[in-house]
């Protein structure tokens, strides 16, 4: 797959920079690829999609506060995301200039300090903490790491850049493992009235747990999509999940991914990954679990539009990427909001 055929035209406008005032409050593109058909919903729509017995499957990750804003002895400042830690070493990306092996580095208010161990490829850095562990040090000194695209002022003591809301809204109201530098956005949406809602439906409802990385903010990197080298990521599926999967089957109900995460590590589970997993959905790929799936709307050349274009012919589409390229055009038209704080989009089998 060529990374021309993932190109397509945003508007700048429509890039969602902030929440909905509620998070119920987005609209909903309810997409039949099978039938070549879409329609135009609310969120709060959401349910009457689903027959009982039904299994919706969510991401219980939680986002740590992964984006800090760190300063040289010199005063020299140095914007470092972290990504994963082993005990008092983390992999972290770093921006800024002159940075080296040796270098000690200080939280805004000074009482936190790290040090530059090791220059790794993609832009990473091994990263030790002076005392205490990572996540307390995150909760203490970080910020929310939105991604890049939403382009607030990228001055963290501006009030334009995080706002204190951003902590609780770029977080899913069920988020308890922690480990994500990105947030499960499908799954922003959701607020406690959705979820009895989709209870009393009958809709089953059961989590797993995959921290997402670094990939989501890196753009596919060679021409050839299947060439590029995605990152691995951790998951973790229960018992209670693999027993629901088979329950569901068994009783003819459909298996709905709630958000990219959820497909990918579905997938990988189904394909005999455990624990981590680099597997990559294109179209062609054949989907052992998931029947349907629940998305917001991404990026041009991202691996995440690629993976619903796959979920398109999974569907029906000839052409999945052709198709989910007209129902974007369908969005923009509309004026749909885009990324992470944007609005969703629901990808269903052909009307019965």
């Known amino acids: 797959m060529n990374i021309s055929e993932l190109d397509f035209d945003l508007p ?22 099978g039938d070549g058909l879409w329609q135009h919903q609310n969120f709060s729509d959401f349910p009457q999609h689903f ?18 804003q760190m300063h040289k002895e010199t005063g020299g400042r140095i914007e470092m995301l972290f990504l994963r830690a082993e005990d008092q070493v983390a992999r ?20 936190g300090k790290v040090l530059l161990k090791e220059k790794l490829p993609r832009g990473e850095w091994l990263v030790e903490l002076e005392s205490g562990d990572w996540i307390s040090f995150l909760n203490q000194h970080g910020c929310p790491p939105l991604p890049p695209y939403i382009r ?17 809204r770029y977080q899913t109201i069920w988020a308890k493992n922690n480990g994500s530098v990105a947030a499960p956005t ?31 903010f890196l753009p596919i990197s060679c021409d050839t999509v299947e060439d590029h080298p995605i990152h691995s990521e951790r998951f ?8 629901a999967i088979e329950a569901t089957r068994a009783s003819g109900g459909k298996i709905v991914a709630g958000g ?24 062609g790929h054949t989907f052992n679990v998931v029947d349907a799936l629940l998305t917001n709307f991404h990026t041009p050349r991202s691996t995440l539009l690629a993976l619903v274009a796959a979920m398109a012919e999974r569907h029906g589409a000839d052409i999945g990427i052709d198709f989910v390229k007209k129902v974007y055009a ?6 749909y909001r885009f990324y992470s704080y944007g609005d969703a989009s629901l990808w269903l089998p052909s009307k019965p």
């Open 12 to 33: 700048e406008g429509l890039i969602a920079r902030y929440p909905a005032d509620e998070r119920r409050l987005s609209r909903l593109l309810v997409v039949h690829a």
């Open 51 to 68: 027959a009982a017995g039904d299994l919706l499957v969510l991401n219980d990750t939680k986002v740590v506060p992964a984006l800090l």
């Open 92 to 111: 972290c990306m770093l921006s800024g200039s002159r940075i080296r092996v040796g270098l000690e580095l200080f939280s805004a208010d000074n009482q």
């Open 152 to 168: 607030r002022m990228r001055v963290l003591d501006n009030d334009d850049e995080i706002h204190q809301s951003d902590f609780e």
């Open 186 to 216: 499908a799954s922003l949406h959701f607020d406690d009235e959705m979820m009895r809602q989709l209870s009393i439906a009958g809709v089953n409802v059961c989590h797993l747990s995959l921290h997402v990385g670094q990939g989501t």
């Open 236 to 243: 973790v599926i229960g018992d209670d999940l693999a027993k």
């Open 260 to 283: 990219t995460t959820v497909c990918r590590a579905l997938e990988a589970w189904a394909a005999g990954h455990h624990g981590e997993t680099d597997l990559m959905i294109l179209p």
């Open 330 to 335: 369908a969005a923009i038209a509309n004026d």
